[in-house]
């Protein structure tokens, strides 16, 4: 956005969170100014700068290269502690806007913004419905202003005014003093200057946001049959058709395709998941699973692992920075950890693939159509090539050739009349 900027200030709240100010506590997983950040940069407003107060350098990790002023006691609006910026940028519209706005929007800064330009107005306040929302809103609303007549505004502000509520008043008086008025843009939305303030605040605020997520994915074709216990991030891409169950939470870039059922109590980070795939109470962190993959329940994919069309993965099975061929299936009870597997091969229950000795990780490699036998363990680094089998109970140590049989357990000794001669309160 041409000849424009912004500047962002934390609010005034005396009591901090466990010293988290409220604009780094999160709404849907991200803190509260990254919102207000996220549309600027939308909006293509990149000269900013920050006013924060005493205690709140932690916000610094969220302005980047911009300039930021710690808040004056007691001087009154934020901006009276950003001087020299304005008058630096004094050529500039500039929008003043609260770090807890979580709902702030890109294209209602722009649309306010060319109504700024448009119509010549020195101030343009930003408003979420009428005339009454406007008065109740005055003291947190977002604004466009003139820098030059900002300037003018500081000049006059009154010592009394110590928290900096009655500027916008003040700004409209002056305008009215030269017979002038403040423009006014209607948004349209009614939570565009909530202010994530305080507990209750931040609690309503997530409320708002998961509201605006689901009414946007279901006008999207996406299915819920309750809300109960989801929450799924603004940035997350779902397809049509999918259902998503209670107690799901969807964070992160996550992309998940269509006519899926996701959930119930599923967790999905920043992972690919492709059509027709079913996750059931299992966690999947930075990873692909893609199409017709049926997972769970209560197992864990963790970062770092893609598995392919049509696999079966069945519960308490974690897998980790691996690779998994197609229609593989892995049945329950089961490790795999730093592993290439192959396509259609079976894992039988209570498989364990050993990647640590205790000083250095290593890739096990399984090829296509292998078979584990129940409770086989591999010691990595080993290879099973295509077709290989395990017997069950077998610990793997060295390489299985094509279409061979391992077998690496111990032969079965029956030892006769043991129980009566060590059990002896069992056979009374």
């Known amino acids: 956005m041409q000849n424009a900027a912004a500047l962002i200030y934390t609010g005034c709240t005396e009591i901090m969170h466990n010293n988290c100010p ?4 999160e709404v849907i997983f991200r803190p509260v100014i990254s919102w207000v950040n996220k549309a600027l940069e939308n909006a293509g407003i990149t000269e900013r700068c920050y006013v924060i107060n005493s205690g709140e350098d932690a916000v610094k990790e969220y302005t980047g290269e911009s300039l930021v002023f710690e808040r004056i006691p007691e001087s009154g609006h934020p901006v009276l502690s950003a001087k020299e910026w ?18 702030t929007d890109a294209k209602v800064l722009i649309d306010a ?19 009454e929302a406007l008065m109740k809103e005055l003291s947190v609303s977002a604004f466009w202003i003139k820098a030059d007549y900002l300037e003018e505004v500081m000049e006059n502000a009154e010592e009394s005014d110590k928290n900096g509520n009655q500027f916008l008043v003040l700004a409209m008086k002056l305008l009215s003093d030269k017979g002038l008025v403040a423009g006014t843009h209607i948004a349209g939305k009614k939570e565009i200057n909530m202010r994530a ?11 708002a946001a998961r509201t605006l997520v689901f009414k946007k994915l279901c006008d999207e074709g996406v299915e819920f049959m309750c809300l109960d216990g989801i929450i799924i991030d603004p940035e997350a ?24 059922i996701i959930g119930p109590n599923s967790l999905i980070e920043d992972s690919k998941i492709g059509n027709g795939t079913e ?37 308490y099975v974690e897998i980790k ?12 009870l089961t490790y795999i950890g730093d592993a290439d597997v192959g396509e259609a091969v079976n894992f039988g229950c209570g498989c364990c693939i050993a990647n640590y000795d205790g000083q250095h990780k290593h890739r096990t490699k399984i090829g296509n159509h292998a078979f584990l036998g129940c409770n086989t363990n591999l010691v990595a680094p080993v290879e099973l090539e295509d077709f290989a089998y395990t017997a069950a109970g077998t610990t793997v140590t ?7 049989l391992a077998v690496g357990r111990a032969r079965q000794e029956n030892i006769p009349d043991w129980v009566k001669k060590h059990d002896a309160i069992k056979i009374k």
């Open 279 to 315: 996750v059931n109470s299992t966690q999947i962190r930075s990873s692909v699973l893609e199409n017709d993959v049926k997972i769970g329940p209560w197992s864990q994919v963790r970062p770092g692992c893609v598995i392919h069309n049509g696999c079966k993965i069945g519960d």
């Open 197 to 207: 303030n305080g507990g209750a605040g931040v609690l309503t605020a997530n409320a």
């Open 237 to 260: 891409k779902i397809g049509a058709g999918t259902k998503i169950l209670p107690g799901t939470i969807i964070k992160g870039k996550t992309e998940i395709g269509e006519n899926c």
């Open 86 to 103: 304005i008058k630096d940028n004094a050529e500039k519209d500039i929008l003043v806007v609260g770090a807890e706005a979580v709902f």
């Open 321 to 332: 920075n691996s690779e998994v061929g197609a229609r593989t299936a892995v049945a329950h």
């Open 398 to 404: 060295k390489n299985v050739p094509e279409y061979a």
């Open 113 to 131: 913004h060319e109504r700024h330009v448009s119509q010549n107005e020195k101030l343009t306040i930003i408003a979420s419905g009428g005339r």
């Open 22 to 25: 409220d604009s780094l506590r």
